[in-house]
């Protein structure tokens, strides 16, 4: 079976435009104001001053790299994607592929003590490796969640708020994923794949220092065909939103990530890992009737250099019933947009259909926001 792959044409517009930077640090009123307006008008931004402690960062990335850098024979071992697992090239059940390998894991203890057999020829550092990483975002995560339930002024403020209560949950099916993206333009050798390199880079390994600028400039200069194999901006991860609550990423210093605030136009995001990337999830979408946005985004893979980020997926539990909040609904003015769910019906929704494809539409109720009608 031939899939045609999303690429970059003509049309697609690349603005210059940097992300909000929002500093933990600052004045907790500041800090939950800052994060609402970043939510309402991108649906994305970036954290500083974070608490994540970098050795654990670190530590997961080294433990990521070792994984990746294996033979895929080897890493077929952790693999398929069902959807939790390893997987190569194709994405979801419904034909979609890119220009990534990826390792999907479940954040249950039990899970990825099980997964880490596979993963690793020292499972016990891999699974203490991705606990505490998986500890230290869910932290980050809990703590935005209830910095944007202060900012909108929604009742129980108090922490633990409606959001972060979701994934606290004992229960929550928040996922983690590393995604790697080999470089695509490598040095002319015999491999037959482009997924082989032989080492791991490492954050002493310069190299590359020469290049540093370089995913800045490519988005400029387009040599459109409507194939995937524009070697400068191949798809890696084709455009999507994240279905969960809030999604929590990190990459390398490899850029790659773009988001679409409005059809046709692509927003590039300079890659820094020590910054997380936060965005919202259709979940947090629907719970907010639409204020905040869960908005579109992909990776290209179209570096000398292998991108690798890191996504937690902050996700419910499955039986948790999904509404817009009552407070942020005013009868006649600011009807539900959405219809009640529970996880479990959004998540089968989501694996129904293609990356590309909007969920959320199947949720809508005839009402239309005034503001926006
Ligand atoms: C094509 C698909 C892959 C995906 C499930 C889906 O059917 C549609 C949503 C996709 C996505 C995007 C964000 C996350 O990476 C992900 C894990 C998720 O929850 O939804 C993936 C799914 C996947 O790769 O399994
Ligand atoms: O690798 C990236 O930067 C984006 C990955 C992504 O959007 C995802 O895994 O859902
Ligand atoms: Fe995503």
């Known amino acids: 079976m031939v ?62 790299w070792g994984f990746f850098s294996k033979p895929g024979s080897e890493k077929q071992r952790a693999g398929p994607a069902n959807p939790c697992g390893y997987g190569s090239k194709t994405i979801g059940f419904n034909g979609d592929v890119g220009e990534v390998e990826y390792l999907l894991l479940s954040t249950n203890f039990q899970s990825i003590s099980q997964r880490s057999k596979t993963i690793s020829n020292d499972p016990i550092k891999f699974r203490c490796a991705v606990s505490s990483y998986i500890e230290e975002v869910r932290g980050l995560a809990c703590e935005i969640l209830d910095l944007m339930a202060e900012g909108l002024g929604v009742p129980h403020t108090t922490p633990p708020s409606v959001f972060s209560s979701l994934i606290r949950d004992v229960d929550n099916d928040s996922l983690l994923r590393l995604n790697h993206y080999p470089p695509l333009i490598k040095d002319r050798d015999t491999s037959p794949s482009p997924f082989h390199h032989t080492h791991a880079p490492s954050s002493t390994n310069n190299l590359h220092h020469h290049h540093h600028h370089h995913n800045y400039h490519h988005h400029h200069n387009h040599n459109n065909n409507n194939n995937n194999n524009n070697i400068n901006n191949r798809i890696g991860f084709g455009e999507h939103t994240d279905p969960q609550i809030l999604t929590i990423l990190r990459s390398n210093d490899v850029g790659g990530l773009q988001i679409s605030p409005e059809d046709g136009v692509w927003v590039p995001v300079s890659p820094d890992p020590n910054t997380f990337c936060v965005n919202v999830g259709d979940v947090l979408q629907a719970m907010t009737n639409g204020r905040f946005v869960s908005v579109r985004h992909r990776a290209l893979a179209n570096s000398n250099k292998p991108r690798m980020s890191m996504a937690y997926f902050g996700a419910p539990p499955l039986h948790s019933r999904i509404t817009p909040l009552p407070e942020l609904l005013i009868p006649g003015f600011r009807p539900a947009l959405y219809m009640p769910f529970t996880w479990a019906e959004y998540k089968k929704a989501a694996y129904s259909l293609r990356l590309s494809d909007s969920r959320l539409d199947l949720f809508r109720t005839q009402e239309r926001d005034v503001e926006t009608a």
Do not use: W, Y
């Not at 045609?4 to 600052?26: C, G, N, R």
């Not at 609402?36 to 654990?56: R, S, T, W, Y």
């Open 3 to 64: 899939v045609a792959t999303q690429v970059p044409t003509q049309s697609e517009k690349v603005k210059e435009m940097e992300l909000p930077i929002i500093d933990l640090s600052i004045e907790r009123s500041k800090v939950s104001n800052l994060i609402v307006q970043a939510c309402e008008e991108f649906g994305f931004f970036k954290v500083i001053n974070h608490c994540v402690p970098e050795f654990v960062i670190k530590t997961m990335e080294a433990e990521s």
